[in-house]
């Protein structure tokens, strides 16, 4: 049971790393982080940073998460004019802690109406995510109390659209006492698709609804960008344990999580640790869904070398769903075609 000492005000906005977390006999003072997703921007180039930290020791989160209207680019050379949660799509990933106190403020810095949906939280949906106007800012908290890998996304109809525009990220609950395994390398994929249609007078890109309705997607994407890990691999070490949190945000398609040349060691559908499975080949994650996967990349298996990553959903790795694992530097191969 956690027991609170001495909380710190919010309005303090304190913000304490690992190093400033204390401890008192075995009881632990809350300490509250603030993160505002305006100045904490994941790096896109040359990649989507996929790397994922550690959740910090701070027991009071607070988020500040501005909506902003963006260009992006969805494939090479595609630029597609965007809505977003911090200016990138996927938005930056919280990390938090079971048990721990999310608090959520949601400024629209848009031309129009959004709102937001977090999955992680058990809380009235009129309330928390009510469509709020430009220049409105909303705000809520709960306590994550189930641990698991979530989709955060706009709600506001039609949803289709406001997902394909690219208003989604992904929300890490740790387990209370860990995930029960070390992990060397840890990362975060959110898969979704686009319905791109180019406007020949200003080569930019916006949403084809009829295409969207037809489920014609024009890329499909791991972390907002088609191909962007085949040109630029996740890097890991030979005899690493790699932990991957997916999430899916559609808005329509499945994602049949894969990864060429390894087996999962252990699959938690929704990342969730009670419903662990051992030694599995491919999962399912709907659209809205999440799971975690973890693999060992051991000198006596899947060592030194390239592995795609896919949703085995072919068609839709074909649109850019895949990526590479490099494991160690591989001189054998320099490429994969897969
Ligand atoms: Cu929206």
């Not at 009129?126 to 705000?139: L, Q």
């Not at 074909?318 to 490429?335: D, L, Q």
């Amino acid at each position: 049971m956690r027991i609170r000492i001495n909380p710190i005000p919010v309005t303090a906005a304190i913000v304490l790393g690992a190093g400033a977390f204390s401890f008192i006999g075995a009881r632990r003072a809350d300490t509250v982080e603030r993160i505002d997703f305006s100045t904490t921007r994941v790096a896109t180039s040359p990649a989507y940073d996929a790397r994922l930290a550690p959740a910090t020791r701070a027991t009071i989160r607070e988020f500040i998460i501005p909506v902003t209207h963006d260009t992006i680019e969805i494939a090479g050379g595609v630029k597609y004019e965007g809505w977003t949660f911090g200016g990138t799509v996927p938005g930056p990933t919280i990390r938090v802690r079971e048990g721990d106190l999310v608090r959520v403020k949601v400024v629209n810095r848009s031309p129009m109406p959004h709102s937001i949906d977090f999955h992680s939280a058990r809380i009235p949906a009129n309330v928390a995510y009510r469509t709020f106007m430009p220049n409105d800012t909303v705000s809520f908290e709960f306590t994550a109390r189930d641990p698991g890998a979530y989709l955060v996304h706009c709600g506001t109809p039609p949803v289709t659209m406001h997902i394909m525009q690219g208003m989604y990220f992904a929300v890490i609950v740790d387990p209370r006492e860990g995930w029960g395994t070390w992990a060397d390398k840890e990362f975060v994929i959110v898969q979704s698709e686009f319905y791109a249609k180019e406007d020949t007078a200003t080569h930019r890109h916006g949403p084809d609804w009829t295409a969207a309705m037809a489920k014609q997607a024009s890329q499909v994407t791991f972390n907002g960008r088609a191909f962007q890990y085949k040109d630029n691999p996740l890097k890991v070490d030979v005899g690493d344990r790699v932990r991957f949190f997916v999430v899916n945000a559609g808005p329509t398609f499945r994602s049949d999580f894969h990864i060429v040349g390894a087996i999962f060691d252990r699959v938690y559908p929704d990342g969730t640790p009670r419903h662990a499975m051992e030694r599995v080949q491919t999962w399912t994650i709907p659209a809205g869904g999440g799971a975690v996967f973890e693999t060992v990349f051991s000198k006596d298996g899947s060592g030194e070398g390239l592995y795609p990553f896919v949703t085995h959903s072919f068609a839709d790795a074909e649109k850019g769903a895949v990526g590479i694992i490099r494991v160690g530097t591989p001189k054998t191969f320099a490429k994969m075609d897969h």
